[in-house]
């Protein structure tokens, strides 16, 4: 919840006047953090207190796994509203380091809603053809940004983190005006 990334995107969206919402699961269990991020959305869906008509999911690394997992879910169930307009995904674990040939797409392959990754082109858990291949056999309308010579934590050499979180923040918010035409502040 706390990650600078995380921290850093959330500010900026803030400033822009897109409401977040950051929480973490203490467990690296997917299964977990699905049902934990899922009951927050059913939450927000039912909520006198918010009154959303909609909200657009992101994680980051195995984050956007679950929010993956949780859109898939949903969208499976009868309950499908069109509540979740969107995920983003930054840093997406498509697979292992050195574990290329097993592919974590099930969820994104049923994905409908737009879908945004973040990823850096030297990410040794989302190669970046194997991303891009992925993506094409996805149905949803979908976007890649790649942060050049980034890794998964999103470093690169010869760029400040603050540098590098500019890009990504400008890139989500251009994204999400695309997708509800938010007004810039």
Same mark, same amino acid.
Not at 11 to 39: E, M, Q
Not at 104 to 119: A, M, T, W, Y
Not at 135 to 146: D, F, L, T, Y
């Given at each position: 919840?706390?990650f600078?990334?995380?921290? !850093? ?5 803030a400033?822009h006047?897109?409401? *977040? ?5 203490? %467990? ?6 699905t ?6 959305? +059913? ?7 918010y #009154?959303? !008509? %909609? ?6 690394? /195995?984050?956007?796994?679950?929010a993956? !997992?949780?859109?898939?879910? $949903? ?11 969107? $995920? /983003? @995904?930054?840093?997406?674990?498509l697979? =292992?380091?050195?574990?290329q040939? #097993?592919?974590?797409? +099930?969820?994104?392959?049923?994905? =409908? *809603? ?11 858990m @989302?190669?970046?053809?194997l991303?891009?291949?992925?993506v094409?056999?996805m ?6 940004? &790649?942060?050049e #010579?980034?890794?998964? %934590? /999103?470093t690169v #050499?010869g760029?400040?983190t603050?540098n590098? /979180?500019? +890009? ?5 918010f251009? &994204?999400? =005006? +695309? ?7």
């Amino acid at each position: 919840m706390n990650f600078p990334h995380l921290v !850093s995107l959330a500010a900026y969206l803030a400033s822009h006047g897109v409401l *977040c919402l950051r929480f973490t699961c203490k %467990g690296l269990n997917i299964a977990y953090r699905t049902k934990a991020f899922k009951t927050v959305v +059913e939450y927000l869906r039912l909520s006198d207190d918010y #009154k959303l !008509s %909609g909200v657009f999911l992101a994680g980051r690394s /195995m984050g956007s796994r679950a929010a993956a !997992s949780v859109i898939r879910q $949903l969208s499976q169930d009868d309950d499908d509203d069109g509540f979740i307009q969107g $995920l /983003m @995904c930054l840093s997406y674990p498509l697979h =292992r380091p050195k574990l290329q040939s #097993k592919l974590r797409d +099930e969820d994104l392959l049923l994905i =409908r *809603c737009p879908v945004l990754f973040v990823s850096g082109s030297a990410d040794e858990m @989302c190669e970046k053809q194997l991303l891009e291949g992925v993506v094409s056999k996805m149905k949803a309308p979908k976007k890649i940004h &790649w942060i050049e #010579k980034a890794n998964h %934590g /999103m470093t690169v #050499k010869g760029r400040t983190t603050d540098n590098v /979180m500019e +890009e990504i923040n400008a890139h989500v918010f251009s &994204w999400l =005006r +695309e997708n509800v035409h938010l007004e810039q502040k």
